[in-house]
């Protein structure tokens, strides 16, 4: 499982360096368990168009789920990125996520990521293109936080993989050309103080979605981010406001089910 442990994430970054030879072996390793494991990829030799989201997406991604072969930004909010690939997790999806160095496994639980599925590349450093690459062959969504710009040749080198491969890419806190759907939050509110008493316990949430996949029209939607009972679910009922809040703004190690990798 990933991210499991603080302390095992600091030995893993105290390993010793390995060589190029080694990095392949292991990354061939996980290739072929991916391959090994069954995964929603396809019935009867199809690709499925899209992958599950949560019920609550359904009114801003205009396929009812993340569409194959497409790439999707989101931009300031960790917390919405690990919502929008919680379904594809739940519904037994592999998900990768690149350049999350600050990753909370809590945080991704709460979010309804199965850790079971799911590839941690935290610092993927220059050769971050080539990492997201790696990981699409193999898994059904790859969410990445590039620690750099791309050029627009390794972009479109990467859509084009995405498409071939019929995965889905999510890209957090920058702009990818040709993305089918671009998320934000664009209020937020928590609730649950009282008059100086209480603590945080929901945070209500309006997210935009615009983009080629909207046909030029912004739909928005507002979700608990999460609810009372920490679920993320659409907010069909007013509540009273406590406090407003921006959105969240939140070497190469790989780890799949407790195994990782120090580049």
């Known amino acids: 499982m990933v991210g499991t442990s603080q302390a095992s994430a600091l030995d893993a970054s105290r390993a010793p360096r390995r060589s190029a030879a080694d990095r ?24 499925v168009p899209t992958v599950p989201a949560l019920p609550a997406f359904a009114e801003l991604l205009p396929d009812g789920g993340l569409r194959r072969g497409a790439s999707y930004t989101v931009a300031g909010s960790t917390a919405l990125t690990l919502a929008l ?8 999806s592999w998900c990768g996520l690149v350049g999350f160095s600050r990753f909370g496994a809590e945080a991704a639980i709460g979010m309804g990521v199965d850790l079971g599925r799911l590839v941690l590349v935290p610092a993927p450093g220059r050769k971050w293109p080539a990492v997201v690459a790696a990981l699409i062959d193999v898994l059904d969504v ?14 479109r080198r990467l859509a084009a993989r995405v498409r071939e491969r019929g995965a889905v890419l999510v890209v957090q806190d920058s702009d990818w050309p040709g993305s089918e759907l671009g998320l934000s939050i664009t209020s937020s509110t ?20 615009t983009g080629r996949g909207t046909a030029g029209r912004r739909r928005t939607s507002r979700l608990w981010l999460p609810d009372h009972a920490g679920a993320v679910a659409v907010a069909t009922e007013p509540a009273t ?23």
């Open 85 to 92: 690939i919680a379904g594809a997790s739940r519904a037994g």
């Open 190 to 209: 928590w609730h649950g103080l009282g008059a100086g008493h209480g603590h945080l316990s929901a945070r209500e949430v309006t997210i935009q979605a």
């Open 241 to 263: 406001a406590t406090a407003d809040q921006p959105g969240d703004q939140s070497g190469e190690v790989i780890s799949l089910t407790g195994r990782r990798l120090s580049a």
């Open 142 to 155: 790859v969410v990445v936080h590039p620690p750099a710009s791309a050029p627009d040749g390794e972009t």
């Open 24 to 47: 392949a072996a292991v990354l061939a390793e996980l290739r072929a368990e991916l391959a090994a494991r069954p995964t929603t990829a396809g019935v009867a030799g199809r690709a």
